[in-house]
């Protein structure tokens, strides 16, 4: 009895205390919100629906072949956003090209993207709200978190995709000239363009495996059937990447005209060479005047202490021993 006694006294006194019972109150006000809204969402968007669920891991292991990592985000995120995707047939194919050329090409990659919006955007505010009467801040100033929040859980994915996109673009550039160099002593071996790229996706699986997964991902749609020009186009919106769109505007060229491929294959591997060491010299160019503001503003005030700071501390002591 005493041990319960023990254990009510703290509940007894914040009941007695106005404020901390405010505070309390607001908290689990809070906390029934959320919950509520969660609840909302998963009977509205039918994420507890086993029969849904079974069909998006059945859809997913088809079309990755093994269950990965992403299932259970996909599980729970895809329903929610999938209420989310706008239903303007240009913005929906600009997404999916996005996300395709961040590296996402399962099927459910822009509901994820929405879902993880809508997550980001909803949580961290609604978590700011249940904390906010335990900081004692004006309320202005809580509403003005809890609008930063939202908004930049808002921004935040698609500020995640630029990312992603930006450094997917530069592993296929920094790839290109190897690809190149390979490609071209494949197709003078002898081996047809397809199997030159099939060979140099094998090749390149180590050394750099985003460029080794988009040829690979072109010989498979050859082999299913798609056509070799069909297959560079999808190739070339696939990627994004400048150099490809110039390399698959040479090849259909080659094609069309039906020269040699391993000497046009040759002659863009030179192009994209002088164009690399322009870029170079370019940025070696560019490196005095960069090196100039750190030097200013870093370097100089520092070698200025060094060199004068001795000199003038003994001309201020000689002044103070003269009196002056």
């Known amino acids: 009895m005493d041990t319960i006694l023990a254990w009510l006294q703290p509940l007894n006194e914040l009941i007695n205390d106005p404020a901390a019972a405010q505070l309390g109150f607001a908290a689990l006000l809070g906390l029934a919100i959320f919950t509520l809204l969660l609840a909302l969402s998963m009977v509205v968007m039918g994420v507890s629906d086993p029969l849904r669920r079974r069909l998006r891991r059945l859809e997913a ?11 259970g985000f996909r599980e ?23 996300m395709r050329r961040a590296g996402k090409r399962s099927p459910g990659a822009v509901n994820i993207f929405f879902g993880v919006r809508l997550l980001l955007t909803a949580v961290p505010p609604l978590l700011m709200l249940m904390v906010l009467p335990f900081l004692r801040i004006p309320l202005n100033i809580g509403a003005l978190l809890i609008a930063c929040l939202a908004v930049i859980g808002y921004l935040l994915p698609r500020f995640w995709l630029a990312r992603a996109i930006k450094r997917r673009t530069r592993a296929l550039s920094r790839g290109l000239p190897d690809a190149l160099d390979l490609l071209v002593v494949c197709s003078e071996a002898g081996l047809g363009l397809g199997a030159a790229i099939q060979r140099v996706a094998r090749d390149l699986e180590i050394s750099h495996p985003e460029l080794a997964d988009e040829l690979h991902l072109y010989t498979l749609q050859t082999r299913a059937g798609m056509d070799n020009k069909a297959a560079l186009r999808d190739l070339e919106e696939r990627t994004g990447v400048d150099d490809v769109r110039g390399l698959v505007t040479t090849l259909l060229q080659s094609m069309r005209f039906g020269t040699s491929i391993a000497m046009t294959l040759r002659l863009f591997a030179v192009e994209l060479r002088d164009k690399r060491t322009q870029q170079a010299e370019e940025r070696a160019a560019k490196v005095s005047t960069k090196m100039l503001f750190p030097l200013i503003f870093c370097i100089l005030p520092s070698f200025l202490l060094v060199t004068l700071g001795p000199p003038i501390l003994g001309v201020i002591a000689a002044f103070s021993r003269q009196g002056l």
Not at 61 to 70: F, H, L, V
Not at 79 to 84: D, N, Q, R, S, W
């Open 76 to 98: 729970w995120l895809g329903p929610m956003g999938e209420k989310l995707v706008p239903s303007e047939e240009a913005a929906r194919s600009r997404i999916a090209r996005d």
């Open 61 to 71: 292991s088809g079309a990755d072949g093994t269950a990965s990592s992403e299932s």
